[in-house]
Protein backbone atom coordinates (compact mmCIF):
# COMPACT_ATOMS: atom_id res chain seq x y z
CA UNK A 1 0.00 0.00 0.00
CA UNK A 2 1.66 3.31 -1.22
CA UNK A 3 1.86 5.94 1.59
CA UNK A 4 -0.96 8.31 0.08
CA UNK A 5 -3.38 4.76 0.03
CA UNK A 6 -2.15 4.16 3.60
CA UNK A 7 -3.40 7.61 5.02
CA UNK A 8 -6.31 7.51 2.84
CA UNK A 9 -7.50 4.17 4.75
CA UNK A 10 -6.77 6.03 8.30
CA UNK A 11 -8.48 8.99 7.23
CA UNK A 12 -11.58 7.09 7.08
CA UNK A 13 -11.03 5.17 9.92
CA UNK A 14 -10.57 7.98 12.09
CA UNK A 15 -13.54 10.19 10.86
CA UNK A 16 -15.89 7.67 10.96
CA UNK A 17 -15.28 6.73 14.65
CA UNK A 18 -13.61 3.43 14.05
CA UNK A 19 -11.52 4.05 16.46
CA UNK A 20 -7.80 2.76 17.32
CA UNK A 21 -8.56 -0.97 17.03
CA UNK A 22 -9.15 -0.31 12.86
CA UNK A 23 -6.67 2.24 12.90
CA UNK A 24 -3.63 1.06 14.15
CA UNK A 25 -3.13 -0.82 11.31
CA UNK A 26 -2.17 2.26 9.58
CA UNK A 27 0.20 3.48 12.29
CA UNK A 28 3.76 2.66 14.25
CA UNK A 29 2.96 1.22 17.69
CA UNK A 30 3.68 4.72 19.00
CA UNK A 31 2.87 7.29 16.89
CA UNK A 32 2.34 10.57 18.65
CA UNK A 33 0.13 13.03 18.00
CA UNK A 34 0.12 17.15 18.81
CA UNK A 35 -2.65 19.67 18.14
CA UNK A 36 -2.21 23.48 19.58
CA UNK A 37 -5.95 23.22 21.13
CA UNK A 38 -7.46 23.03 24.39
CA UNK A 39 -9.68 20.70 23.83
CA UNK A 40 -6.97 17.96 22.71
CA UNK A 41 -4.51 19.66 24.87
CA UNK A 42 -3.31 15.89 26.89
CA UNK A 43 -3.82 14.13 23.77
CA UNK A 44 -0.08 12.92 22.55
CA UNK A 45 -0.45 9.93 20.92
CA UNK A 46 -2.80 8.77 17.65
CA UNK A 47 -4.16 6.09 19.44
CA UNK A 48 -5.38 8.81 22.48
CA UNK A 49 -6.85 10.84 19.13
CA UNK A 50 -8.46 7.93 17.35
CA UNK A 51 -10.48 7.12 20.73
CA UNK A 52 -11.10 10.46 21.42
CA UNK A 53 -12.51 11.22 17.43
CA UNK A 54 -14.80 7.91 18.40
CA UNK A 55 -16.12 9.29 21.55
CA UNK A 56 -16.94 12.66 19.61
CA UNK A 57 -19.65 10.47 17.50
CA UNK A 58 -21.41 10.26 20.41
CA UNK A 59 -23.07 13.51 21.57
CA UNK A 60 -22.46 14.23 17.74
CA UNK A 61 -23.87 10.73 16.32
CA UNK A 62 -24.65 12.33 12.69
CA UNK A 63 -20.63 13.59 12.67
CA UNK A 64 -19.00 13.17 8.87
CA UNK A 65 -16.40 14.67 6.93
CA UNK A 66 -16.21 16.83 3.53
CA UNK A 67 -13.17 16.09 2.33
CA UNK A 68 -11.99 19.67 0.45
CA UNK A 69 -8.02 18.03 -0.29
CA UNK A 70 -5.78 15.91 0.24
CA UNK A 71 -2.25 15.55 -1.09
CA UNK A 72 0.99 13.85 -0.67
CA UNK A 73 4.64 15.12 -0.24
CA UNK A 74 6.72 11.95 -1.28
CA UNK A 75 9.99 13.78 -0.70
CA UNK A 76 9.61 14.42 2.90
CA UNK A 77 7.00 11.54 3.62
CA UNK A 78 3.82 13.90 4.32
CA UNK A 79 0.15 13.28 3.35
CA UNK A 80 -2.13 16.35 4.07
CA UNK A 81 -5.89 16.11 4.54
CA UNK A 82 -7.62 19.01 4.97
CA UNK A 83 -11.47 18.70 5.52
CA UNK A 84 -14.65 20.18 6.83
CA UNK A 85 -16.16 18.36 10.17
CA UNK A 86 -19.96 18.68 10.55
CA UNK A 87 -22.41 17.18 12.53
CA UNK A 88 -25.55 18.33 15.24
CA UNK A 89 -24.96 18.40 18.98
CA UNK A 90 -28.11 15.95 19.54
CA UNK A 91 -26.47 12.78 22.04
CA UNK A 92 -25.66 12.18 25.15
CA UNK A 93 -21.93 12.62 26.38
CA UNK A 94 -21.07 16.17 25.28
CA UNK A 95 -20.41 18.50 28.37
CA UNK A 96 -23.84 20.15 28.09
CA UNK A 97 -27.20 18.74 27.34
CA UNK A 98 -27.80 18.41 23.41
CA UNK A 99 -27.97 21.76 22.32
CA UNK A 100 -29.32 20.53 18.95
CA UNK A 101 -26.46 23.08 17.49
CA UNK A 102 -24.65 22.19 14.18
CA UNK A 103 -21.17 22.90 13.56
CA UNK A 104 -19.08 22.99 10.53
CA UNK A 105 -15.25 23.48 11.40
CA UNK A 106 -12.11 23.29 8.95
CA UNK A 107 -9.12 20.87 9.88
CA UNK A 108 -6.04 19.74 8.27
CA UNK A 109 -4.49 16.39 9.20
CA UNK A 110 -0.26 16.35 8.55
CA UNK A 111 1.02 13.13 8.57
CA UNK A 112 4.53 12.21 9.03
CA UNK A 113 5.18 8.66 7.40
CA UNK A 114 8.24 6.30 8.42
CA UNK A 115 8.86 2.82 7.31
CA UNK A 116 5.64 2.88 5.45
CA UNK A 117 3.41 4.02 8.37
CA UNK A 118 2.35 6.72 10.39
CA UNK A 119 4.47 7.87 12.82
CA UNK A 120 3.55 11.34 13.89
CA UNK A 121 0.34 13.34 13.04
CA UNK A 122 -0.23 16.99 13.62
CA UNK A 123 -3.65 18.17 13.67
CA UNK A 124 -4.41 22.08 12.60
CA UNK A 125 -7.71 22.89 14.37
CA UNK A 126 -9.08 26.52 15.64
CA UNK A 127 -11.21 24.17 18.55
CA UNK A 128 -12.28 27.67 20.38
CA UNK A 129 -14.46 28.43 17.22
CA UNK A 130 -15.75 24.99 16.83
CA UNK A 131 -17.02 24.57 20.38
CA UNK A 132 -18.54 27.56 20.63
CA UNK A 133 -20.75 26.56 17.48
CA UNK A 134 -22.00 24.11 19.42
CA UNK A 135 -22.66 25.85 22.69
CA UNK A 136 -19.85 24.21 24.36
CA UNK A 137 -17.87 27.02 24.90
Known amino acids: MSMTE ?12 KGWDECAAYCSAHASFACQSGALADTHTLEAYTEWMKGLLTPIPDGNYELKGFASDEDRSIVLAFAVFHGTQSGPG ?6 HAKVASDYVYVMEFAGGKIAHMTKIWNDSHALAQLGWA
Do not use: Q
Not at 94 to 99: L, N, S
Open 6 to 17: TARAFFEACETG
Open 94 to 99: GPVDPT
